[in-house]
């Protein structure tokens, strides 16, 4: 099936930087959307992305939906404490009765 | 958004029980789907929970394992059946966000631990 890839596994930044978190795959998807999850919470979704091209803020959170289709990032500025978390892509593979596909994570810790 | 909560929030079992999961919604959704979350790993979907009808399992989850029931459209359960360590995980129901909509809500999810 498709597949949704994220890396590194994990990363580590100090409070205040930007970061950029990448997903790709090797099929096209007609959905992106960008989840975060706490420890001992559910997923909360962040981002959803619709088209090709389309750049959508949510605070300082800002995603992208790539020309290919193939693609989405995912930049959070000036990051805070309380960002930390693990962030999961996800989308819809193009083809009927497609269901929603995750990638496997990435861990996110901010230094402050 | 949907606000959805289930039940337990976390259970310890010895293995060869069942447990049953439960999902409340508070506001009628379309589509209510079950997923598991082993440790440190992503969301695999087990099954989508149709009102009214059988659920739809993916591949490598079947009926007998994990039967599902979607009395109506707030309420869904999700039981582990004849349960093994190889079982605990993190169980999470989601909803769409609207008929249609590819956008999914999650609840807290079930942890569970198997011994």
């Known amino acids: 099936g498709q597949q949704l890839n994220q890396s590194p596994q994990s990363m580590f930044i100090q409070e205040g930087e930007d970061v950029s978190m990448n997903c790709t795959s090797s099929s096209i998807f007609n959905t992106w959307l960008w989840y975060k999850q706490d420890p001992g919470e559910g997923p909360v979704l962040l981002i959803a992305l619709y088209k090709a091209g389309e750049l959508t803020s949510n605070g300082r959170l800002t995603a992208q939906f790539g020309i290919t289709r193939k693609d989405s990032f995912l930049n959070i500025s000036a990051s805070i404490p309380s960002d930390v978390g693990i962030y999961f892509c996800?989308?819809?593979?193009?083809?009927?009765?497609?269901?929603?596909?995750f990638g496997k994570g990435i861990t996110l810790s901010v230094r402050p | 958004s949907a606000v959805i909560s289930q039940k337990p929030s976390r259970d310890i079992c010895q293995r060869g029980t069942s447990l049953t999961i439960q999902c409340q919604v508070d506001s009628q959704v379309t589509m209510m789907f079950w997923y598991r979350q082993q440790p440190g790993q992503s969301l695999t979907l087990i099954a989508t929970a149709n009102q009214g009808s059988e659920a739809t399992y993916e591949s490598g989850f079947v009926i007998d394992k994990f039967p599902i029931s979607r009395p109506n459209l707030t309420f869904s359960t999700l039981t582990v059946s004849n349960m093994s360590p190889e079982d605990s995980s993190i169980y999470l129901c989601?909803?769409?966000?609207?008929?249609?909509?590819?956008?999914?809500?999650f609840g807290p999810g079930t942890r569970l631990t198997v011994l």
């Open positions: 996800a989308g819809t593979p193009s083809g009927a009765n497609s269901k929603l596909t």
């Open positions: 989601s909803v769409d966000k609207a008929s249609g909509s590819d956008e999914q809500f």
